[in-house]
């Protein structure tokens, strides 16, 4: 079945250190984002990537870097520069252009990550 | 810029009965979509119903309902004969129409919508 891997889905964090993200897709999706969910504030978007090789800042970079090295792959470094890195992270993917493309993102499972 | 407001932080329905979830959004677009998404508790999201602003006619899923109101800005999800499984946050989306990948989906903060049996 396609769809969106995210890994880890727990993953803890000491103060001070990377952690990075795994989001891996199979629907052939051109675009892929992160986001991110804090209580009581919605999704935010970190980073995205329209092709291979580029990627844009969302709201809300700072403390965190991407890379896109192939379609299917999206990772996310949340560096020790992120002051509150405890949140949950989305990553989602959508195509765009043409008759398939209906605006919808379809979303991983999530990670959850808390910096003890 | 464009915002999404979801003044309901919480709702609750009886099993069987219909709740109306609402959403207000600011745009100048006059092209854009709208969505609306269920968080389970399993944290996955999930396409309920979409909306393409260029179509009078109010979308439909199953029990699951909008009112468009394009004038006025609003964006009601209508859940009829609820059941255990809508228990959910869902979240109200906006994406503007063109501008393709940059074209981000803007999110209100999400009602938690609890069922009661």
């Known amino acids: 079945d396609g769809g969106i891997t995210q890994s880890p889905k727990y993953l803890f964090r000491k103060e001070g250190q990377n952690v990075t993200l795994s989001c891996e897709q199979n629907l052939n999706h051109d675009a892929m984002y992160w986001y991110r969910q804090d209580p009581g504030q919605g999704l935010r978007l970190i980073y995205y990537?329209?092709?291979?090789?580029?990627?844009q800042k969302g709201d809300i970079a700072e403390g965190y870097s991407v890379s896109r090295e192939k379609k299917e792959s999206f990772p996310l470094t949340v560096t020790s520069a992120q002051k509150n890195p405890t949140a949950f992270y989305l990553c989602?993917?959508?195509?765009?252009?043409?008759?398939?493309?209906?605006?919808?993102?379809?979303f991983g499972e999530g990670s959850r990550l808390t910096v003890l | 810029a464009q915002t999404v407001t979801q003044s309901q932080p919480e709702m609750s329905v009886q099993e069987a009965e219909t709740v109306t979830l609402s959403c207000t959004y600011d745009t100048s677009e006059s092209d854009y979509y709208l969505f609306w998404y269920k968080q389970p508790p399993s944290r996955q999201m999930i396409l309920v119903i979409r909306q393409e602003a260029y179509k009078q006619q109010n979308a439909t899923e199953n029990r699951f309902s909008v009112n468009f109101q394009k004038a006025a800005k609003s964006f009601s999800l209508k859940i009829s004969d609820s059941q255990l499984g809508d228990a959910a946050m869902y979240f109200c989306a906006y994406r503007r129409g063109y501008g393709g990948a940059t074209n981000k989906l803007i999110f209100g903060t999400g009602t938690l919508l609890a069922v009661q049996p």
């Open positions: 989602a993917s959508r195509t765009f252009g043409g008759s398939r493309d209906t605006g919808e993102l379809f």
């Open positions: 990537s329209q092709i291979v090789n580029d990627f």
